[in-house]
């Protein structure tokens, strides 16, 4: 039920405890006209006269009541009056949150295709964290828009599927954050297809792109790489860390680039005499 649905509800609410209040009050008039003079007069209540004086002593507590649950009525209407209207500037967005609750996955796709960006945003995102393969392809599409190409390839990441790879690829060839968050993208995913092209950003002076790079090709076991990441590992082991946090990343980097050559070694049944100089064991 929306805000709105609900405030409605609840003015109608309001409204029968306000007839009820009503009622009771025409009901306590009537008796008194027909009965007042009796209940002032008589010393002791019975027979006939015996309910309706009970009727005509319960009546003010009631229509205390029905008052004080009218009011109560109409104040939790206003609080849904104000959601609904706050509902109305956030426009889909609040929707959306319900969609992913609930595992919607049509109500999300629908949404990638809403003029709003930041709904069709919101709507990748939850798409990407409910991992369901009917959202590879509009965000596969989405790799085409410069303003989502990043985002979309962070959410193929997320999900993994196969499909993605061709198309990422295509934007990891490039430059930029799209294109780097590509690379991480198709090294997450581990398809022999991207081997070339993860090959080719071996050379990549960022880190985080490079630590991945070399962990993917670890993981693909093809031999190829081998040679170029003893030269990244003999880049890395050249240069001097500025300060204690450098030095630290740069012993993880090292550390895993020696980790994906013993992988590709081991996959590929080379002995140990492959091992660079200074290979840690």
């Known amino acids: 039920?929306?805000?709105?649905?609900?405030?409605?509800?609840?003015?109608?609410?309001?409204?029968w405890l306000e007839e009820v209040a009503e009622a009771t009050?025409?009901?306590?008039?009537?008796?008194?006209?027909e009965?007042?003079?009796?209940?002032?007069?008589?010393?002791?209540?019975?027979?006939?006269?015996?309910?309706?004086?009970?009727?005509?002593?319960?009546?003010?507590?009631?229509?205390?009541?029905?008052?004080?649950?009218?009011?109560r009525a109409l104040a939790l209407a206003r609080t849904y009056d104000r959601r609904a209207s706050r509902q109305a500037r956030l426009g889909d967005r609040a929707d959306l949150a319900v969609l992913r609750e609930r595992g919607d996955t049509a109500g999300l796709l629908k949404a990638l295709s809403h003029r709003n960006q930041d709904t069709r945003l919101r709507a990748l995102w939850f798409l990407a964290d409910l991992r369901h393969p009917a959202a590879v392809e509009p965000l596969i599409g989405m790799l085409d828009d410069p303003a989502l190409a990043e985002q979309a390839a962070r959410a193929l990441s997320h999900i993994g599927d196969a499909r993605a790879?061709?198309?990422?690829?295509?934007?990891?060839?490039?430059?930029?954050?799209?294109?780097?968050?590509?690379?991480?993208?198709?090294?997450?995913?581990g398809d022999p297809r991207a081997t070339d092209i993860l090959l080719k950003r071996l050379a990549d002076p960022t880190e985080l792109v490079l630590n991945t790079v070399a962990g993917a090709l670890g993981r693909l076991g093809d031999q190829r790489a081998v040679e170029p990441m003893r030269a990244v590992l003999s880049r890395l082991r050249a240069t001097t860390p500025e300060n204690d946090v450098q030095k630290r990343l740069q012993a993880l980097f090292c550390t895993s680039i020696e980790e994906?050559?013993?992988?590709?070694?081991?996959?590929?049944?080379?002995?140990?005499?492959d091992a660079p100089s200074g290979h840690v064991r």
């Open 260 to 273: 994906a050559i013993d992988e590709i070694l081991r996959v590929n049944g080379s002995g140990a005499d």
């Open 35 to 71: 009965y007042g003079e009796v209940f002032r007069t008589a010393y002791t209540i019975s027979g006939k006269y015996y309910q309706p004086y009970l009727d005509y002593r319960a009546a003010p507590e009631k229509i205390a009541t029905a008052l004080r649950l009218r009011n």
């Open 165 to 189: 790879v061709p198309p990422l690829i295509s934007l990891a060839e490039g430059r930029g954050g799209a294109s780097d968050t590509a690379v991480i993208a198709l090294g997450n995913i």
């Open 1 to 15: 039920m929306t805000p709105t649905q609900t405030a409605r509800h609840l003015r109608e609410l309001a409204q």
């Open 25 to 33: 009050a025409s009901r306590a008039r009537a008796i008194e006209a």
